[in-house]
């Protein structure tokens, strides 16, 4: 370990209480937490390892070569195991990767002992005031006094968004300590900066047509947000063409919209959209091949086509004539380029939009002459990415370096050239650059790009006859929309491309390139998140797509095996968005350890964050303040002691923050798992809790209706609860969507049709988790408790076949009705006609397939029962 490192574990071992650390991105979490099992022993208690992801856990479990110990490997809890073999388990001492879903049944269940060491919090960013995790840090400190809690992150930028993040996420912690380690601390500056590795700083210069796409599309960006901002709904500050590039963008913007969502008009919804597009096509221009960016435009043509904002900007049109020049371009029989005129303007091109079919003729008539007297060919072009080239010179120079394993980084005589890419699709396509030539595999690009075209196209033709007025690019006509501001009527061009395309793509053969042998060389994904350079332990490292966080980790490996050397090249495109993406990624970096290091100068942390006095009582709300005559007159100021209520939740739920809030109320929350229903909050309210995105799915696979319907069964006050988000717009739809006729497409008259085929079913709506709590409490009054034992055997019918509690049973043979659901061809939809159309499944059987069908709806699941009663029964005697 390095000595910052130590000091961070020293620092935690210190605090009894724990506390939360937020290293810079890079930085190894996994060697902090091994660390920390290593200095765990079973005496203590068991440790339990929360919110770790699977490359995390791979990365803990690792033995690291820098130390002598044997790694302490934590067992994986997952959910199939018995409740009381894990009860077991938390008594034997040892370390456990566990989910919070169950760990926070078994803690409401009183299966974990107070003798638990503490918790390990990966990932705290993701942490909030109603997550799980803050709910089983309360439940822990309630049960334990002595148990700590020990939260990490590496993304300082993530605990800067919002207001008073970190503050909020150690309240719900409950530690007073907040530990920040940035890469400019002082003790990781020496460590990481003793033997820096030898670094190469490559800038290879874009070409032309790369340089003007890219020109285009920050000035289409620019557009977009220009456009955003007259809306005055987002904060302007943030609106910026630099903070455009991050994904975290997204969620700023959408952060501030998402209240007032349903009041946006469709143009400002839709440039949120835009600017994500934008952003990736930035992003492949410096990552992909020139094949594969136009095949991404060409389906942006087809996906986006009117709907986008964009494409109608003044330079989207640069974007997708310069991308498809760096591929291939027209060319006559004589050598003559063929360009789309562009001076008809769009005033003519409307004009003459009444004599559309006249036109029409013309213009085939013309391509006909045309290729009937100028023969027309596509000029492949198929420009290489010049990073490509630098990449193969960079592993030629490699190759003829004289080798010296002594001076390797670990002492090995491994040549392995490490060559780091942001996605596996990268990875692949350089090592073919490698073992192949770079204009071979542009050449298979462009052979698929081909066929796929020429497949679309007999796709096309199969589904019938294409629209007379297309609207927007399309991928195979090519006609330009009227919005543009560049338009022109190419459709004669088009024509005669589609022409060459088909013939270029008729005359490809498949031949097989005798492949050079591979040289040592390594392909890394960033996407993978996994640490390898232990494991590969290279001499040189590549970082074709720079990225912060490799960059640490590269610091961090060669501090760690500080003999021998490492050499590291950057491949940055000059002037690019890639080289302002990762010079901005490092100063958004240092603005977010600057705004954590004021925010922990002026943290408010109550004193007793300190795990000795918590007490359910002191979590609940502050009760109103009555009058001081209204106390007295009640028996001179006794306070009545009020009865603990408690309500049985699904365990499914855990998977929501609901439990959270209702805990923080103070009810007790006993989970089990129901057969009907979410939560039964007495022994006559069930109540199906509902999102709005989960309402929507219910309703379109008909899962809905079969939960109400069991609810009224079973229940005499069933009632279903519409939640919304708290942060979004409380209504469906703009009032202005609002029709007044049926339809089977409005989700309003799908909850109509619900209440009048269930009368005593009661909707409740509720405004975010908050208002849920208090809307259960207000139900709750003047109600019994729910008993837990006849809620779980709620819709489980008994040894005998007899299900307790059915409302139906009264008036219908529910035994009989059960078997009938059961029968193939039967479904949810269609058993009632069959009970309204026989009396009894004696009835049933003799009943022809012709009224089976009009009773079933259908000749298909009619003669599916009809095969099935009429089937022979298996005997054992011939």
Partial sequence: MLPFQEQIIADLVDDP?????????????????????????????????????????????????????????????????????????????????ITPRILIADLLRSRVPPSIAGLLILNA????????????ARALRSLSRTSYVRAFTDRPHAMVSGFAKA???????????????????????????????????????????????????????????????????????????????????????????????????????????????????????????????????????????????WIFAESSYKIFEIAKKRVYQMTRADGVRISIDRNISISKRRKVKRDCSKKEKESEAVSAKVAENVGVALEEVLENAPKWKVLRVTERRKESSPKDGKNHVGGDSNDIVLVVCKDERSCLQLEDSIIKSSHQVMRQEWEKYLLGKAELHGLCKHIGKRSQDPKGYGVLDGTI???????????????????????????????????????????????????????????????????????????????????????????FYEY????????????????????????????????????????????????????????????????????????????????SSLPNILHQKGLRIIP???????????????????????????????????????????????????????????????????????????IISKLSLLVLHFPRLRLVWSRSLHATAEIFVSLKANQDEPDENKAIRVGVPSEDGIVEDDVRAENFNTSAIEFLRSLPGVTDSNYRALMDGCRSLAELVFLPLERLAELMGGQKPAKMLREFLDANYPTMLQ
């Fill in 167 to 309: 503050e909020r996420i150690m309240k719900c912690l409950y530690v007073r300590r907040l530990y920040l380690w940035p890469r400019f601390h002082v003790l990781v500056s020496n460590d990481l900066e003793q033997t820096p590795p030898e670094v190469v700083d490559i800038r290879v210069p874009m070409t032309p047509a790369m340089r003007e796409i890219q020109k285009a599309l920050l000035e289409t960006m620019d557009a977009c947000l220009k456009e955003l901002k007259r809306s005055n709904k987002v904060d302007v500050d943030d609106l910026t063409v630099e903070n455009g590039l991050f994904k975290s963008f997204d969620e700023v913007v959408r952060r501030q919209l998402d209240p007032i969502w349903h009041t946006l008009g469709k143009k400002t919804k839709q440039l949120v959209s835009d600017l994500r597009t934008l952003r990736k096509l930035l992003d492949y221009l410096v990552r992909y091949d020139a094949v594969t960016y136009l095949k991404y435009l060409d389906t942006l043509r087809v996906s986006e086509g009117v709907r986008s904002v």
């Fill in 481 to 571: 929309t009227s919005g543009s501001s560049e338009n022109a009527d190419p459709r004669c061009i088009s024509k005669l491309e589609n022409v060459a395309i088909f013939a270029a793509a008729s005359e490809i053969r498949h031949t097989f390139i005798n492949a050079k042998p591979i040289p040592p060389v390594q392909f890394y994904a960033i996407d993978k998140d996994e640490h390898v350079l232990d494991i590969w332990k290279p001499s040189v490292i590549i970082l074709f797509h720079p990225d912060t966080t490799f960059v640490r980790e590269i610091e961090v490996y060669k501090a760690e095996n500080p003999s021998g050397k490492l050499k590291v090249y950057f491949i």
């Fill in 672 to 746: 089990v798992v129901l057969e009907v229903g979410d939560y039964v909050l007495s022994p006559f309210i069930c109540v199906e809790r509902k999102s709005i995105n989960d309402l929507y799915q219910s309703f379109a696979s008909g899962r809905l209706y079969h939960q109400v319907e069991t609810m009224s069964r079973y229940y005499k006050i069933p009632v279903l609860l519409i939640e919304f988000s708290q942060d979004k717009s409380f209504s469906f739809q703009s009032p202005n969507d609002l029709g007044d006729d049926v339809s089977p497409t409005s």
């Fill in 125 to 136: 960013h993701r942490l909030t005031d109603t997550s799980t995790e803050a709910f089983i």
């Fill in 576 to 655: 690019s968005t890639e080289v302002q993406k990762f010079e901005a990624s490092i100063r958004r970096e240092n603005r977010a350890f600057e705004s954590l290091i004021r925010q922990k100068s002026l943290l408010m942390i109550p004193l007793d964050q300190d795990g000795r006095c918590i007490e359910p009582s002191s979590i609940c709300e502050p009760s109103s303040v009555v009058p001081q005559n209204s106390v007295t007159r009640k028996a001179g100021g006794r306070k009545i002691i009020e009865k603990e209520m408690q309500i049985i939740v699904d365990m499914r739920e855990f998977m």
């Fill in 17 to 97: 209480n724990g506390g939360v650390v937020v290293l810079s991105s890079g930085l190894p979490v996994h060697t902090l937490v091994a660390s920390l099992l290593l200095l765990h022993h079973p005496s203590q208690g068991s440790l339990l390892i929360l919110s770790a992801s699977e490359s995390q856990k791979s990365s803990i479990c690792r033995p690291n070569p820098s130390t002598s110990h044997n790694p302490i490997i934590p067992t994986d809890i997952p959910s199939d195991v018995l409740c009381h073999r894990r009860a077991d388990l938390y008594s034997t001492g040892a370390s456990y990767f």
